[in-house]
């Protein structure tokens, strides 16, 4: 339904049960969050903000509570369909950028397509969002250890892009640059959501905070 919120959490909590006592990361979270938003989460370290970013995405599942992605309840779905439902639908982009190191730029950015489309279509649409995102076609065959920090979170970003997702789930996508080049980084971002991505950024920086609508704040696993 077209009213429906992209991402809903009612009453959303995860515990990871540990031998000294369970830790709970969230605690009963619920909010919304519509098509084409760019939030902003923040908090201490440890508040949960990036366990928040991995049931967003589908990488992990609640311990209680209900999370719908367009209407559709994916608390009990099965691994294969969260599987599917993150290729299809979600973009991740990391603090750490999570190349695959033996792969070329170009080859780890059509990576996600490959079980989906031709080779050739797949090499297409990689090379087209690698422009987009202001990669010099000299980088191309270049590996992740030959690029510069700034460069591997391009390659990131068009990786993430590359499925043309509707969500697009961001921890830290500065954390490891330089002010400048994460400046670059942020803008890349905030295009995206102008053509109407959700973007949903984990950060401490309040300077890259500036870049999202809307903020979400956690402490000790609750949005306060």
């Known amino acids: 339904m077209s009213d429906e919120p992209l991402l809903r959490f009612e009453a959303v909590s995860k515990v990871y049960p540990l031998p000294a006592g369970d830790v709970v990361a969230l605690d009963r979270v619920s909010l919304?969050?519509?098509?084409?938003?760019?939030?902003?989460?923040?908090?201490?370290?440890?508040?949960?903000?990036?366990?928040?970013?991995?049931?967003?995405?589908?990488?992990?599942?609640?311990?209680?509570?209900?999370?719908?992605?367009?209407?559709?309840?994916?608390?009990?779905?099965?691994?294969?369909?969260?599987?599917?439902?993150?290729?299809?639908?979600?973009?991740?982009?990391?603090?750490?950028?999570?190349?695959?190191?033996?792969?070329?730029?170009?080859?780890?950015?059509?990576?996600?397509?490959?079980?989906?489309?031709?080779?050739?279509?797949?090499?297409?649409?990689?090379?087209?969002?690698?422009?987009?995102?202001?990669?010099?076609?000299?980088?191309?065959?270049?590996?992740?250890?030959?690029?510069?920090?700034?460069e591997q979170q391009r390659v990131a970003i068009a990786r993430a892009l590359v499925n043309n997702p509707d969500l697009l789930l961001c921890d830290e996508p500065t954390g490891n640059l330089d002010r400048k080049t994460g400046t670059a980084i942020m803008e890349i971002l905030e295009a995206e959501n102008r053509e109407g991505k959700t973007v949903i950024v984990v950060t401490h920086d309040p300077e890259v905070a500036t870049y999202a609508r809307r903020t979400i704040r956690i402490v000790d696993g609750k949005v306060v």
């Not at 750490?96 to 079980?115: D, G, H, K, M, R």
């Open 32 to 150: 919304t969050v519509d098509a084409g938003e760019f939030i902003a989460v923040m908090g201490p370290s440890g508040s949960g903000k990036s366990t928040l970013l991995h049931l967003m995405g589908c990488l992990d599942v609640p311990t209680g509570g209900k999370i719908s992605l367009s209407g559709q309840d994916i608390s009990g779905m099965s691994d294969d369909d969260l599987t599917g439902l993150r290729r299809d639908r979600i973009g991740f982009i990391f603090q750490q950028f999570n190349l695959i190191p033996l792969l070329s730029a170009v080859e780890n950015v059509e990576f996600p397509l490959t079980l989906t489309i031709g080779r050739e279509e797949s090499r297409r649409r990689a090379i087209e969002v690698m422009r987009a995102v202001h990669l010099d076609d000299a980088l191309f065959t270049h590996r992740p250890a030959e690029l510069s920090g700034g």
